[in-house]
């Protein structure tokens, strides 16, 4: 049984808030319906799967990222899987402040973003997609950046297929862990100006 599930949307103000509360809404219920929901595979598929609901939607240019975090209790053990796209992120804290990274934002200059970038037809200008926007993964924008005819979902400029990460923590690992906070990151450098929206204390659920 799946004992904490988050799942954070976030959007560009200007972008409002069609988009946002639409995958919120719908990824939950999405990976609700998982028949195991720490595979990669259907992870991927589900954040594809709710892309293309959304470009349905007639929102087709307000843009979101999404973190999603889902911890379970296997025994003594913890399963715990991330799956993300764009820069809202993840981190645990442990009691004694030891700060354990679970998201690596995506970025339009990485090498591997930027080649299927360029390859889709786009290119990277001032750090940002078309010189435009600041995150090469992300739900919508299908107007934008997903509108090359030839393309599949996962080879357009900026694509919905998250990074997904599994850990297993045995009982003396996971018991040192505080707390999980979801964020924002305002800076490339993960300790530089973040933002926490949410914070869960793990022993509260675990």
Same mark, same amino acid.
């Given at each position: ?7 954070? =949307? ?6 409002? #808030?069609?988009?946002? /509360? ?27 799967? &709710? /892309? ?10 307000? +843009? ?16 715990? &899987?991330?799956?993300?796209?764009? /820069? ?18 995506? #970025? ?6 930027? #080649? ?5 037809? +786009? +290119? =990277? ?13 992300? @739900? +919508?924008?299908?107007?934008? @950046? ?5 393309? *599949? *979902? ?12 599994? &850990? ?22 993960? @300790?530089?100006? =973040? ?5 869960? @204390?793990? &022993? /509260?659920?675990?």
């Amino acid at each position: 049984m799946i004992s904490i599930i988050v799942i954070y =949307v976030m959007s560009p103000r200007h972008a409002g #808030k069609a988009c946002t /509360d639409y995958v919120a809404d719908h990824l939950a219920d999405n990976i609700d319906a998982l028949s195991d929901p720490h595979s990669a595979q259907m992870l991927t598929e589900v954040f594809l799967n &709710t /892309d293309k609901q959304l470009s349905a939607c007639d929102v087709l240019r307000a +843009g979101c990222t999404a973190v999603v975090v889902l911890l379970e209790k296997k025994g003594s053990d913890v399963i715990g &899987t991330v799956a993300h796209v764009g /820069d809202a992120g993840a981190l645990l804290v442990s009691s004694v402040g030891n700060v354990v990274p679970l998201t690596k934002d995506h #970025k339009p200059w990485l090498d591997a973003e930027r #080649k299927r970038i360029e390859k889709a037809g +786009g +290119g =990277v200008w001032n750090n940002r997609v078309e010189g435009n926007l600041a995150i090469s993964r992300a @739900f +919508g924008n299908h107007s934008t @950046f997903k509108s090359s005819c030839h393309l *599949p *979902p996962a080879e357009q400029m900026v694509i919905a297929v998250p990074d997904v990460q599994s &850990t297993i923590w045995k009982e003396q690992e996971w018991k040192q862990l505080s707390f999980l906070a979801v964020l924002r990151r305002s800076h490339c450098t993960f @300790f530089e100006a =973040v933002s926490y929206h949410n914070l869960w @204390f793990l &022993t /509260d659920h675990l």
